[in-house]
């Protein structure tokens, strides 16, 4: 499973950006896809996730409201549209995804996610 991120870029608070995330996989191997973000010095969080097959999501509280994931199955892509951008949402956005066989009550756990995109850096400025 490789998966390729993008659509990050600088952006004044306020503002939206959408990210991309290119996945290539034998989609039955995949139950959820999400999105986390990392500052230096701060652990890996998580921001939201999609059921692959099912479309229900998840977010993370600061999300909830500004933050919408989005898959297209048909082109094996993941989305993230991120509005009202604040300076605190600056980090570098990763895209994961999980094996088959993940439960619900991991879907948001950093350590249930097996395949990693390499990143996309998100800078808000004030």
């Known amino acids: 499973v490789q998966l390729q991120a993008s659509g990050g870029g600088l952006v004044q608070a306020g503002g939206s950006l959408r990210l991309s995330c290119a996945v290539s996989?034998?989609?039955?191997?995949?139950?959820?896809m999400g999105w986390f973000r990392q500052t230096p010095g701060k652990e890996r969080e998580f921001v939201t996730t999609?059921?692959?097959?099912?479309?229900?999501?998840a977010y993370a509280d600061f999300a909830k409201g500004r933050f919408t994931i989005s898959r297209d199955n048909a082109k094996s892509t993941l989305y993230l549209q991120m509005n009202n951008l604040k300076p605190d949402d600056t980090a570098k956005y990763y895209c994961?995804?999980?094996?088959?066989?993940?439960?619900?009550?991991?879907?948001?756990?950093?350590?249930?996610?097996?395949?990693w995109g390499q990143g996309t850096l998100v800078t808000v400025s004030s």
């Open positions: 994961a995804a999980t094996g088959s066989r993940t439960i619900q009550s991991q879907r948001s756990e950093l350590n249930a996610y097996d395949y």
């Open positions: 996989a034998r989609t039955s191997s995949i139950r959820y």
């Open positions: 999609i059921e692959r097959s099912s479309g229900y999501s």
